[in-house]
């Protein structure tokens, strides 16, 4: 068995990253973005990367609001599906969200079962926000609020997505 690591992703890795959603943006399970979306946001990532220094994981963590945070882009390669990458990714992702005081993790996933078990619940409605702070993130041009917002504008993006959420301890 090949073992990876986990580590926060560098410039260089941005094109690795992109090889590694293109699939899944294919099959429309992810979001295709540009390369400079990558890079400015390359603060938010963390990769997996096999013995020989290949990419064969990512995720990000993206910060919403004082006491919530959003996984995003978490992303395995085919060859490396059901070996703990995308479990180690998401761990190292919650434990940045604990280090950085967020309280709630939100996804929007098609991958149910796999968030459940890492403690999340499917979200009844948006009534994990307070009205005060939904009127604030209704400010945000970010698409990823408008998604946890579930705005009408994003809804093409969305559609067979599940919204989901952890509560963290810290």
Do not use: Y
């Given at each position: 068995m090949?073992?990876?690591a986990i580590r926060r992703a560098r410039t260089p890795d941005v094109a690795g990253i992109r090889l590694?959603?293109?699939p899944l943006a294919d099959q429309r399970v992810l979001l295709e973005k540009e390369a400079v979306a990558y890079y400015e946001?390359?603060?938010e990532f963390f990769v997996a990367e096999d013995q020989d220094g290949a990419i064969v994981g990512c995720g990000a963590l993206h910060v919403m609001w004082e006491d919530i945070?959003?996984?995003r882009t978490l992303a395995t390669s085919a060859d490396w599906r059901g070996r703990g990458v995308g479990a180690a990714l998401l761990a190292r992702l919650m434990d940045?969200?604990?280090d950085i005081g967020v309280a709630r993790v939100f996804c929007l996933t098609f991958e149910v079962d796999?968030?459940?078990r890492h403690g999340f619940e499917v979200m009844a409605d948006q009534s994990v926000v307070d009205p005060v702070v939904y009127s604030e993130l209704l400010r945000s041009t970010d698409?990823?609020?408008a998604e946890f917002l579930d705005l009408?504008?994003?809804k093409p993006n969305t559609l067979g997505n599940t919204r989901m959420i952890a509560h963290i301890g810290s």
């Open positions: 090949t073992s990876f590694l959603v293109k946001n390359l603060q945070a959003e996984v940045e969200a604990r796999f968030f459940r698409e990823g609020v009408a504008r994003v």
